[in-house]
């Protein structure tokens, strides 16, 4: 029988270290927790080589007295519990005595602090867990930690630590949400010799926000707030019309800390039911307050999931505290005539320019003059399409040539229908049958149902062409085929998008594998990226959602193999650039996509797996009317 020892200190404070340092930027948010409940207004964070070989913190808080120092640094040692109790009603950010020691285990650290009291400040120097020295040092009132070398006893995990670049975002990561959490306290970020970011401390949340993401991502967010008899929620939500294509930026605090939580997640959406689009996502910078026994923070080792006594009052408090502040501070959205006029003349233009041969929908509607208190009712809608090689334009509903924004469309020369002949017909048992020459029909194209499906009676059978699932398998496969040869166009002015630190991360990681989608990002910095270039299949597609649904899932799926990535965003710019349902298709462009779908005998399914076509035979339909 195995004989049970005692492990030394220097293996179970490597164990334990593990729990709550994973990587640099855990080091960094157990440091900076404590110069927050330390009652620091200003810290001063600065990094080299992602954190892996520099990590300084600086802050202005209380200090660390010098008969103390060496109890810091030592397992469970704390000054903001004393007994089980204090479990029960946490006020501070850091609460369990592991972060110094743990970090301490793992690193070179060096730590200068004074207090208030002291005349003279005190320097000490731990590695791997040993006490090397303390000395006296002139510094002022506040503590300043210098973690050097992490992991570097404990090669194992250093092995497994990313890229600087990813590393550093990281923990770019971590000061955006304390900076956010704390708009009272003055954060500075400095990344290998470089400021990237710096808040006011002006105790202002919206300036926070802005400071962190953006002006632009600020200029979306309207005020939120209520409460009830437990819960108080105050903070920001985004503009229905600003939703994102992921929840990467509903950022919860629970009394100042940063938590994941899937109660006020469900509320915030459930509030958003029947103002966003499906699929969509809102943001939102929510602080809930509420009493620190109504919730438990001791769940989990890096104190980022809680749990709540009660749960219904939290969604509750959410929810109306969302609901109101659409209802009171959302506008209807407006646009600038002249503005669309000019975007549509270019679109014009560029439509003339011969293009990589591709199946589009597009519906072009005259403008009309704006007339204060005037309206007059507006003229049916002219439909335009772009066919096979050579590019033209044509006025579907007109017989002599007529002027279509500042280009001439030659008339349509009415022909006969084209015969359809497709190879492969599918019966209902799946089965593949083989159309000789003798036996083949001409299949009709009837018409359209619910602005989605394509009739077509083919013989026997009466076909239902799904346009949107067809479409998108269409262009998915254009995609694959040209994979490394795609046709990108160039964009007049760059298009700027604003990403949360963690989907920035992974569009710089990935920058080479965007570019054989067909884009051309570049790095603006500071969690903003360019958009130069972009397939021309997504046309008339919001490049910066696109973008931004690309980016989200390159942060979810960091381990998946480059052809799966690749594989995944040819799905999604699929997906945007084919037709819609509800979108309406002209008679000719119907007759023209249904012989395409009708030829191909290999669709069978949209990339997501849904059917394309589905098959009624005569005798299904004669059964419904009881003639058989």
């Known amino acids: 029988m195995p004989k049970i020892n005692v492990l030394p200190r220097e293996i179970y404070e490597l164990i334990a270290a593990g729990e709550v340092v994973e990587r640099p930027s855990s080091a960094v948010k157990e440091l900076l927790e404590n ?18 070989k520099y990590i300084r913190i600086t802050d202005n808080g209380c200090g660390i007295a010098r008969e103390d120092v060496k109890n810091a640094f030592v397992g469970h040692a704390t000054s903001k519990i004393t007994v089980s109790d204090d479990l029960d009603c946490v006020a501070t950010l850091g609460f369990r005595g592991e972060a110094l020691a743990s970090i301490a285990a793992v690193s070179r650290v060096e730590m200068f602090t004074k207090t208030a009291e002291e005349e003279i400040g005190t320097h000490c120097i731990v590695e791997g867990g040993n006490f090397i020295s303390m000395d006296d040092a002139g510094c002022p009132v506040g503590t300043t930690i210098v973690v ?6 404990v090669p194992a995990r250093m092995k497994f630590l990313k890229k600087d ?4 975002n990281s923990v770019a990561g971590v000061a955006d949400r304390l900076a956010v959490s704390h708009p009272y306290i003055s954060v500075r970020f400095i990344r290998d010799g470089k400021q990237t970011l710096f808040s006011s401390g002006d105790g202002k949340l919206l300036s926070a926000v802005a400071a962190v993401y953006g002006s632009e991502f600020a200029n979306t967010l309207i005020p939120a707030s209520g409460s009830n008899s437990t819960v108080k929620v105050e903070g920001f939500i985004s503009k229905p019309l600003a939703a994102r294509p992921n929840r990467n930026m509903q950022l919860f605090y629970v009394n100042g800390r940063m938590v994941r939580t899937k109660t006020a997640c469900a509320a915030l959406e459930e509030a958003y039911k029947g103002s966003i689009m499906v699929g969509k996502f ?18 989990h080792p890096a104190k980022t999931e809680v749990r709540f006594a009660n749960e219904k009052e939290v969604f509750n408090a959410v929810y109306y505290a969302v609901k109101n502040a659409l209802a009171e ?17 270019v679109k014009q233009y560029f439509a003339s320019v011969e293009k990589p041969m591709q199946l589009s929908f597009t519906q072009v509607e005259e403008e009309k003059p704006l007339v204060n208190t005037v309206y007059t009712k507006p003229e049916p ?41 497709p190879v492969i017909i599918e019966e209902k048992t799946q089965e593949k049958v083989i159309v000789t020459e003798e036996e083949q029909v001409e299949p ?22 799904d346009k949107h699932a067809a479409h998108e398998r269409l262009i998915y496969e254009q995609l694959k085929e040209e994979n490394k040869n795609i046709a ?14 963690e989907e920035y991360s992974a569009v710089i990681s990935n920058l080479e594998l965007l570019t054989k989608a067909g884009f051309a990002v570049e790095d603006f910095g500071d969690g903003t990226v360019l958009i130069h270039e972009y397939p021309c299949i997504l046309e008339n597609t919001d490049l910066a959602a696109q973008l931004t649904e690309i980016a989200g899932y390159l942060a979810k799926n960091i381990k998946e193999i480059t052809t799966e990535k690749l594989d995944w965003i040819f799905h999604s710019a699929a997906c945007r650039a084919a037709v819609k349902a509800g979108d309406f298709t002209g008679e000719y462009e119907l007759k023209v996509f249904a012989k395409r779908v009708l030829s191909t005998p290999s669709l069978r399914y949209c990339p997501h797996g849904r059917p394309v076509i589905a098959c009624l035979t005569k005798r299904d339909v004669e059964r419904l009317f009881g003639r058989v």
Do not use: H, W
């Open 35 to 52: 110069s927050v409940d330390a009652g620091a207004t200003s810290i001063t964070l600065e990094i080299q080589s992602g954190g892996i």
């Open 329 to 345: 501070g959302d506008e209807r959205p407006t646009q600038n005539a002249s503005k669309i006029i000019e975007q549509r003349v």
């Open 282 to 299: 809102p943001s939102c910078v929510l602080n809930l307050t509420m009493p620190y026994n109504f919730v438990d923070v001791n769940v």
């Open 444 to 465: 009709i194209v009837i018409g359209e149902l619910f602005k989605t499906y394509i009739l077509v009676e083919n013989g026997s059978e009466l076909l239902l062409i």
């Open 381 to 421: 809608a002219k439909t335009t399409f772009t066919v096979e090689t050579p590019k033209a334009v044509y006025a579907a509903d007109e017989e002599e040539p007529e002027l279509l924004g500042n280009f001439v469309a030659p008339p349509i020369k009415k022909e006969e229908p084209e015969i359809i002949k």
């Open 148 to 153: 050097r070398d992490i992991f570097y006893n």
């Open 165 to 168: 670049v990813t590393e550093a």
């Open 488 to 501: 990108s166009q160039i964009l007049l002015a760059p298009v700027t998008v604003s990403l949360s630190r």
